[in-house]
């Protein structure tokens, strides 16, 4: 069993759509959660960082985290084409940086 | 890129050849890490370095070594290519608590 899962998808939805998007992990160790965004042949890019439980808002970007259900989540409003990409949850037991990653998400965003 | 330079961008090597991957940091980062990115699998830790001479193993070592000699290069080896290294490798920078940034990756083909 892989300490992160993530649907892979792929995920198609009209331009304004609200996107949900989602990781769970068996690793009570995690303290640290990311989503990070890459583009088709780019590196990954931070969106958004979490530290423990909660919510955190960044924008049209909403990033939630249930470290009871083990369950992560992150939320994007009115959705562009821009927004096209993969979506890549990542996880930090120490801080360090030494990061767990799903497999990610293909998003298409269609105008 | 948060002054991050990975090269070569593009490399095909025969089997059983010895090759180094190069990341160059202009951020004065303490922390350096290679990952390797296949599909079904995300991003997996190879090793990272926490400092000068400091390094430690992550998750997918075997077959690679690495240096650091000075703070900005991070040197990745395959001391004898086989094809499931075929791959692409990113390399990522940070500053704990900050969060990792990645490069733009280098992509190998191992035939």
């Known amino acids: 069993q892989k300490e992160v899962e993530q649907d892979p998808g792929p995920l198609s939805v009209p331009e304004g759509a609200i996107v949900s998007l989602n990781c769970t992990y068996s690793?009570?160790?995690?303290?640290?959660f990311m989503w990070y965004r890459q583009y088709s042949r780019k590196g990954p890019e931070l969106l958004m960082y979490?530290?423990?439980?909660g919510n955190k808002e960044d924008g049209r970007f909403t990033a939630q985290v249930d470290k009871s259900s083990k369950y992560i989540s992150l939320f994007i409003r009115d959705s562009q084409p821009s927004d096209s990409a993969t979506y890549l949850c990542?996880?930090?037991?120490?801080?360090?940086?030494?990061?767990?990653f799903g497999t990610g998400t293909r998003l298409t965003v269609i105008p | 890129d948060a002054g991050i330079t990975q090269s070569p961008r593009h490399k095909v090597t025969e089997t059983g050849t010895p090759v180094t991957l190069r990341c160059h940091q202009t951020?004065?980062?303490?922390?350096m890490y290679w990952y390797r990115q296949d599909p079904g699998h995300g991003l997996r830790l190879i090793h990272y370095?926490?400092?000068?001479?400091?390094?430690d193993k992550g998750e997918v070592s075997d077959g690679y070594s690495v240096s650091r000699s000075k703070t900005e290069d991070f040197l990745l080896t395959l001391e004898s290519a086989t094809s499931s290294q075929t791959s692409v490798y990113f390399c990522?920078?940070?500053?704990?608590?900050?969060?990792?940034?990645f490069g733009q990756g280098t992509r190998l083909t191992v035939v």
């Open positions: 951020e004065n980062h303490r922390y």
């Open positions: 990522a920078i940070s500053e704990p608590p900050e969060r990792a940034f």
């Open positions: 690793n009570s160790a995690f303290q640290y």
């Open positions: 370095s926490y400092g000068v001479k400091d390094t």
């Open positions: 979490t530290y423990s439980s």
């Open positions: 990542a996880m930090d037991p120490t801080g360090a940086n030494n990061l767990f």
